[in-house]
């Protein structure tokens, strides 16, 4: 915990520009993200020095990806005042982008920035099949959200060899992202993957249907059951913080199931 709260201050600090938080909103720093790398790293034996060279830069580079993703479309009877905080979100992940090569630079850890290329690569990969559409299957759009939820994380744990936390990664923050749109979805009545599924399954309505709506439903909670299964068949030697996190995430999941998984 200690740890986890010494390198979220380090990535607040560096996320810190007075001009920027008068007209942005604050950038959030993902703590599950931070502990599922201080997971991975520890496991590793990684030294606590290098522990900061790998989180630090990968977190702002997340940062970045995530702040570029805020960019609305600009429209032409949009006012002064909302061009210009569109204007301003885009120089924020530039920043922050800018803020993660110089960090590796001034450490010429050079492997580390071909290492998280490689991920951002095959994040920005995804993301265009995202907004493009041109998914034709369910199955392929929820992999896709899962890489770019986990690739960073992922390349993090292949790098230290350990592909089963590559595995729990991406099952982990898919669930996350799984959650967090059926959320969205339930409250707002739309969201960026749901509207992805309205397209793959229902190409020629323009308006769902309450039916339409409950099936959709249906498919995001059989994906979230299918991740908390695999999260709970996994043989990982989980810190106390990480397995309180995963009661959490998983919440009410049936007990049955869960010792249906451990006894299978």
């Known amino acids: 915990m200690k740890k986890m709260v010494m390198l979220k201050e380090q990535i607040e600090r560096f996320l810190h520009h007075p001009y920027l938080l008068q007209h942005i909103s604050t950038r959030q720093v993902d703590e599950d993200r931070i502990l599922l790398s201080l997971s991975i790293l520890e496991d590793a034996r990684i030294s606590s020095e290098e522990v ?22 600009s429209l032409p009877c949009c006012e002064n005042d909302e061009l210009k905080t569109r204007q301003l979100v885009v120089l924020a992940g530039d920043l922050y982008s800018g803020l993660y090569y110089d960090y590796l630079a001034k450490l ?16 920005n990969e995804h993301k ?3 907004y493009q ?6 199955e392929t759009l929820f992999h896709s959200v899962g890489v770019i939820e986990s690739s960073l994380i992922c390349k993090l744990s292949e790098h230290c060899s350990s592909p089963l936390w590559s595995k729990f990664a991406y ?24 509207e992805q599924m309205a397209t793959i399954l229902f190409q020629k309505t323009k308006i769902m249907t309450k039916e339409q709506k409950h099936y959709l439903l249906h498919i995001c909670n059989r994906y979230i059951d299918h991740c908390k299964k695999e999260l709970l068949n996994m043989k990982l030697d989980l810190n106390d913080l990480l397995q309180t996190r995963i009661s959490e995430l998983i919440g009410n999941f049936s007990v049955i199931a869960k010792k249906t998984v451990e006894e299978g």
């Open 133 to 138: 559409r041109d998914i034709e299957r369910i």
């Open 171 to 194: 099952y982990y923050l898919l669930l996350k992202r799984l959650h967090n749109e059926k959320e969205k979805f339930m409250n707002l009545g739309s969201s960026t993957i749901f």
């Open 128 to 130: 265009l099949r995202l």
């Open 108 to 123: 010429n850890q050079i492997p580390i920035i071909r290492l998280f290329a490689e991920a951002i690569k095959e994040i």
């Open 52 to 73: 900061e060279h790998y989180i630090i830069p990968m977190m702002l580079v997340q940062i970045a990806l995530d702040t570029h993703d805020e960019v609305t479309n």
